[in-house]
């Protein structure tokens, strides 16, 4: 079974500062989704990477995808109290239907 | 609106008692599936449907049935719930395969079993 682990769990922060949060696997995925999840609400993707090694940019969020396609890490730039939600990756297999999710980083920034 | 519409949005049951949570897409999805998210655990797959009349085990299928009679509808189905059923579901729908393809979430449907 494949299982992603991310860190840290929980992540606390005063606006404006930078921050990153990891998501690694022991597996390879042939692609790597990260979700944004606010209370009350589904899961909202936020990027794909398929590519070993392939940066993305939103914004003031940045993606990676590790080089052997079995980590990723986003950095967000400046976090403002509308980051506040909680994070997801999700790995998929190679036909990207079947997603393995994290259990989340819960990001809270306080003005 | 393109949306994924679950009901209910909340339901407290008690253990052995039937209950059906519903969801349509109005995106044409060939692709849909049901989670469960508990604390620690993440979103975890229950059952997933390729299309109308095809549907299969996700990780954690064990208490649950589902039907894709049409390809709009993707009902969860408890025969005889229990305790440990106690969780957040989400419906989810995807437009075809391939990576690049996202998954659009309902606004989940929290179950409380007694």
């Known amino acids: 079974t494949q299982l992603l682990e991310q860190s840290p769990q929980f992540l606390s922060i005063q606006e404006g500062e930078n921050l990153t949060v990891y998501c690694n696997s022991s597996?390879?995925?042939?692609?790597l989704q990260w979700y944004r999840q606010e209370p009350g609400e589904g899961p909202v993707l936020l990027v794909t990477?398929?590519?070993?090694?392939e940066v993305k940019k939103l914004k003031r969020l940045t993606f990676q995808f590790g080089d052997a396609r079995k980590d990723s890490s986003l950095h967000i730039t400046a976090a403002q109290p509308g980051d506040t939600g909680l994070y997801l990756c999700?790995?998929?297999?190679?036909?990207?239907?079947?997603?393995?999710f994290g259990p989340g980083t819960r990001l809270s920034v306080l003005p | 609106e393109a949306q994924v519409t679950q009901n209910p949005r909340y339901l407290i049951t008690v253990t052995g008692k039937k209950l059906t949570v519903t969801c349509s897409q109005n995106?044409?999805?060939?692709?849909m599936s049901w989670y469960r998210q508990d604390p620690g655990l993440g979103l975890r797959q229950i059952y997933y449907?390729?299309?109308?009349?095809?549907?299969d085990k996700g990780d954690v299928p064990e208490g649950y049935k589902v039907s894709r009679k049409e390809k709009r509808n993707f009902p969860l189905i408890l025969e005889s719930p229990s305790p440990n059923q106690t969780s957040l579901y989400f419906c989810?729908?995807?437009?075809?395969?391939?990576?690049?393809?996202?998954?659009?979430f309902g606004n989940g449907t929290r179950l409380t079993v007694t």
């Open positions: 999700a790995g998929g297999d190679n036909y990207g239907q079947n997603f393995v």
């Open positions: 597996s390879v995925f042939s692609s």
């Open positions: 990477v398929v590519t070993g090694g």
């Open positions: 995106m044409n999805h060939e692709y």
């Open positions: 449907s390729m299309n109308v009349e095809v549907t």
């Open positions: 989810a729908s995807q437009s075809g395969t391939g990576a690049l393809s996202p998954l659009h």
